[in-house]
């Protein structure tokens, strides 16, 4: 617990000192000030892990803020609503039908500018059932990718559906053209109303012969619950030019839920640090 407290202390007085700096009026300034106000044990905890954009969530207006002090902040649509999640912070509510965030293209949100990705955010499913659901019965949560551009996504099934996989939850990555992706998944009973901390991991650099090409990973409430080989679909990720949406990815399908605390980092999260971030909610 000190030494908890201790790193808050030190990134909050990181960031006031940027502040500081920063020429005083620029958004840059405001928004790390920002930054530097409200931040829970764990806010603090991903923090510590450098997160390259860090969103929060449950922002009021239109704006989705970024914490992570490098002005990564991006928009809602819709005029999605707040809730709560288990620590009283505030999270985003969306309507399953119309509702989302989004946040411009850029090179820290593609695979191939490190060669690993994190994806971390929590969510929770207010419906087991999904009404504007794709294909065989499932809906992308959070993702980037369009048409031609396909990267990754985050993915959960409805209860019922033709695969016979109800509520699993999963993650893929995608060749640019499309197509089948490589991904892993778990599929536990869900409770409608119930958060998940939910993490998705896209590694092309550390191969082996198990992996040659790299590998995808899902964590479920910081466990590690699957591994899966990118050279299955013969994926080699892309850098495209899609945006990173939250509560849809390319508007096929959306989700009816809540998400909140949505971090990317570019490189693999270890484990510890996961369930460091899970015990922190």
């Known amino acids: 617990m000190k030494t908890q407290q201790k ?19 620029s958004a840059m300034a405001a928004e790390l000030g920002e930054s530097c106000r409200g931040l829970s044990t764990y806010d603090t905890a991903v923090l510590a892990d450098s997160p390259a954009a860090y969103w929060r969530m449950g922002d009021s207006g239109r704006t989705v803020k970024d914490s992570s002090g490098r002005g990564r902040t991006g928009k809602y649509f819709g005029s999605p609503t707040a809730t709560s999640m288990p620590n009283g912070d505030p999270a985003t509510k969306f309507n399953g039908s119309s509702q989302y965030a989004q946040i411009a293209d850029s090179n820290y949100l593609s695979i191939p500018t490190t060669g690993r990705l994190t994806v971390e955010a929590w ?8 009404t504007h659901q794709e294909a065989s019965g499932y809906v992308h949560w959070m993702g980037k990718g369009v048409a031609n551009q396909h990267e990754y996504t985050a993915r959960m099934y409805s209860q019922a559906n033709a695969e016979s996989r109800p509520n699993r939850i999963s993650g893929y990555s995608f060749n640019l053209a499309g197509g089948l992706g490589a991904g892993s998944y778990f599929q536990d009973t869900v409770t409608a109303g119930q958060w998940i901390h939910y993490t998705l991991v896209i590694n092309t650099v550390d191969t082996s012969s198990t992996y040659p090409t790299g590998y995808t ?15 299955g679909y013969s ?47």
């Open 217 to 231: 990973k899902v964590y479920k409430n910081g466990v590690l619950r699957d591994t899966d080989s990118l050279q």
């Open 235 to 281: 994926i080699i990720p892309g850098n495209g030019t899609a945006p990173f949406r939250i509560g849809t990815r390319d508007f096929a399908s959306y989700f009816q839920g809540a998400i909140g605390k949505v971090a990317v980092y570019g490189y693999e999260v270890p484990a510890s640090r996961l369930a460091a971030h899970y015990s922190a909610m």
């Open 7 to 25: 790193l808050s202390t030190l990134i909050i007085a990181s960031l006031t000192l940027l502040t500081a700096v920063i020429a005083p009026g």
């Open 123 to 130: 969510l929770r499913p207010d419906v087991l059932q999904f």
